[in-house]
């Protein structure tokens, strides 16, 4: 019996700290799709910019010099063609974790 609760705990911990970066990147989509899709395409295909030159997200994340740290950079400012979000931490992190998943 002590085993099998041993188990069960070492089982709902593994399955607790399953990837972060997942999950984060599961909410990012729900992100993108409620506050990003007005201009970029935010799905996986097709990897072309929109007809007015917006980079698709799959696009943005097989650029170079696409880093996690240069889109938390990007997204923590305001563009001229882009709306300032003010996004949070955890919006940037998911956001940020979303589009590199598209690589
Ligand atoms: C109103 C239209 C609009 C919306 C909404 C928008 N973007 Fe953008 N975004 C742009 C444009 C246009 C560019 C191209 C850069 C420029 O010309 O300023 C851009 C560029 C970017 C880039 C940099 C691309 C590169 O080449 O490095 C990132 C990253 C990005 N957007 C992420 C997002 C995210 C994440 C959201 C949602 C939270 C979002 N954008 C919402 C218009 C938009």
Redesign the pocket.
């Known amino acids: 019996m002590e085993a099998r609760m041993r188990m069960m705990m070492a089982m709902t911990l593994t399955l607790l700290s399953l990837p972060a970066a997942a999950q984060d990147s599961r909410s990012g989509r729900v992100?993108?799709e409620r506050?990003?899709m007005?201009?970029?395409v935010v799905e996986r295909e097709p990897r072309s910019a929109t007809a007015d030159?917006?980079?698709s997200f799959p696009a943005?994340a097989v650029?170079p010099g696409?880093t996690a740290a240069s889109?938390d950079s990007?997204?923590s400012t305001g563009?001229?063609?882009?709306?300032d979000?003010q996004?949070s931490r955890g919006e940037r992190n998911a956001?940020t974790a979303y589009?590199l998943s598209l690589r």
Request: net charge positive.
């Open positions: 992100l993108a506050w990003c007005a201009c970029h030159g917006v980079p943005i650029k696409t889109l990007y997204l563009h001229t063609r882009m709306p979000f996004l956001l589009i």
